[in-house]
């Protein structure tokens, strides 16, 4: 079972001067009820906006990320996102009063330190995660950005970096467990090149950076004359380079913390994703614009699974362990080659069951049915759906090979759509009614991707065939 969600036991509270909009905020992180998700408030504003933690709602990724909705504008909201991602904070709402959150020390540090002091407390509901189904991958050649979200049972990340400097060479992190990231990932601060400050300050950007809150990488010549130029414009004595390129404004925390850093922003803006993640993450010169990219391609699919959960398809993933390979359903059926014609078992449940069969051209009935146009025959489609209620029920019973099911009655079958060689059909059979003296009353559906090509209601009585 999932662990309950989480929230802050009491709010937590912050001020400081946002990166780029050198505004003075206050912030106060509230509990929130659950699945309230993050959800960001801007105080200042009339009637005090909402803006939810979505990746559709990113307007902005130039220095972090930026949400708007209905006009109100939130900025650089990765660090704490990720912070409350890897505390495993499910359920928060950030009062912000004003259109940055604040940079504190360019980490996550501050946040995690405060979530620490105060707490966490369980909720009722179960956490919901976001199981990443198969490979999706996010490509940006231009920028040589190669991103992919991996199945993993836990929630693992990688990043690597190259950034093609003499100082700030080919670098990687990675958290094998979301637990490590207070102690390894949140004290990472963001980091700049020395030649890009002037342009930021031109650019109107960094207006309430300092040299304390930002490693600065020297990777080309730099005069004595600009660095005081640049020590002048931000206020600070005694600048110089270290032996390894690094300004003298602050000693790093990791040999790599940059590219911890950039694990750290991975978390954050993943975090739009809406739910906790379970996947393997690898990220070669990951960015805010890629990851965001990446997020919605996740969002994408989960929201597809959610559609079909929806509308009852059940959800498909060829590389999924069955819960009964072919090899099992023999000693659970008494069908036997040419005539079981499950493949698998996906899941079940007290009440319903989702089996596969995949259609091949070499099954022996498409000779005669019919040559030159193979078509699996309708009544072998019930017989699939029946047989996949056999194992629901048979499932149950101890010594399920002394039983046998026959069909009492088949009612309101349609056949929908042609089912040819190649297809995959997924199945789906539903008790509608207790089974009470081994009459057993299923409704059946199967599909083919998307399309429903076969139902019916059937009855069958369950019969102990040998002693």
């Known amino acids: 079972?999932?662990?309950?969600?989480?929230?802050?036991?009491?709010?937590?509270?912050?001020?400081?001067?946002?990166?780029?909009?050198?505004?003075?905020?206050?912030?106060?992180?509230?509990?929130?009820?659950?699945?309230?998700?993050?959800?960001?408030?801007?105080?200042?504003?009339?009637?005090?906006?909402?803006?939810?933690?979505?990746?559709?709602?990113?307007?902005?990724?130039?220095?972090?990320?930026?949400?708007?909705?209905?006009?109100?504008?939130?900025?650089?909201?990765?660090?704490?996102?990720?912070?409350?991602?890897?505390?495993?904070?499910?359920?928060?709402?950030?009062?912000?009063?004003?259109?940055?959150?604040?940079?504190?020390?360019?980490?996550?540090?501050?946040?995690?330190?405060?979530?620490?002091?105060?707490?966490?407390?369980?909720?009722?509901?179960?956490?919901?995660?976001?199981?990443?189904?198969?490979?999706?991958?996010?490509?940006?050649?231009?920028?040589?950005?190669?991103?992919?979200?991996?199945?993993?049972?836990?929630?693992?990340?990688?990043?690597?970096?190259?950034?093609?400097?003499?100082?700030?060479?080919?670098?990687?992190?990675?958290?094998?467990?979301?637990?490590?990231?207070?102690?390894?990932?949140?004290?990472?601060?963001?980091?700049?090149?020395?030649?890009?400050?002037?342009?930021?300050?031109?650019?109107?950007?960094?207006?309430?950076?300092?040299?304390?809150?930002?490693?600065?990488?020297v990777d080309r010549p730099t005069s004595k004359e600009q660095i005081a130029h640049i020590a002048n414009l931000f206020s600070k004595k005694d600048l110089e380079i270290k032996q390894e390129g690094v300004l003298n404004n602050v000693d790093l925390r990791f040999q790599n913390e940059p590219a911890r850093h950039k694990l750290l922003d991975v978390i954050g803006d993943l975090a739009l994703v809406g739910k906790p993640l379970k996947a393997q993450i690898m990220a070669a010169r990951p960015g805010h614009a890629a990851n965001v990219e990446l997020a919605k391609k996740i969002k994408a699919v989960m929201k597809k699974i959610q559609k079909q959960s929806q509308s009852e398809i059940p959800y498909y993933n060829p590389s999924e362990k069955p819960l009964y390979d072919h090899r099992e359903l023999q000693n659970l059926l008494p069908h036997k080659f040419p005539f079981l014609l499950v493949d698998k078992i996906l899941r079940k449940d007290e009440n319903s069951i989702v089996a596969v069969k995949n259609v091949t051209a070499d099954e022996h009935f498409f000779q005669g049915h019919f040559p030159g146009d193979p078509i699996y025959p309708g009544v072998l489609l019930i017989e699939t759906m029946a047989q996949a209620g056999g194992v629901l029920i048979l499932s149950n019973v101890d010594e399920p090979e002394k039983y046998g099911t026959y069909f009492l009655k088949i009612e309101n079958a349609k056949f929908k759509e042609k089912v040819v060689p190649g297809d995959t059909l997924i199945l789906k059979l539903e008790l509608t009614e207790p089974v009470r003296r081994g009459i057993c009353q299923m409704r059946g559906r199967a599909w083919v991707g998307e399309k429903l090509v076969c139902e019916s209601e059937m009855m069958a009585q369950v019969v102990k065939i040998k002693p």
């Open 1 to 217: 079972m999932n662990p309950k969600q989480t929230t802050l036991k009491e709010p937590i509270k912050f001020e400081g001067v946002g990166l780029h909009s050198g505004a003075n905020v206050q912030m106060v992180i509230k509990p929130a009820e659950a699945n309230f998700g993050y959800k960001f408030c801007r105080v200042d504003l009339p009637n005090n906006p909402i803006i939810e933690a979505d990746c559709d709602l990113v307007v902005d990724t130039s220095r972090g990320t930026t949400l708007e909705k209905h006009g109100a504008r939130i900025s650089t909201i990765e660090h704490v996102l990720a912070a409350l991602v890897g505390m495993e904070v499910d359920n928060a709402l950030i009062e912000v009063s004003g259109p940055e959150c604040p940079i504190l020390d360019g980490s996550a540090l501050d946040y995690v330190a405060q979530i620490q002091r105060v707490g966490k407390i369980e909720l009722e509901e179960d956490r919901e995660y976001f199981e990443v189904p198969y490979n999706i991958h996010y490509n940006d050649p231009n920028n040589h950005v190669e991103m992919v979200a991996m199945p993993l049972e836990k929630y693992r990340v990688t990043v690597m970096v190259d950034y093609n400097s003499t100082v700030l060479g080919p670098q990687h992190a990675t958290i094998t467990d979301i637990k490590e990231f207070a102690k390894e990932i949140s004290p990472c601060r963001t980091f700049c090149f020395f030649h890009e400050l002037e342009y930021m300050l031109n650019a109107d950007l960094i207006k309430g950076g300092s040299l304390d809150n930002a490693i600065v990488i």
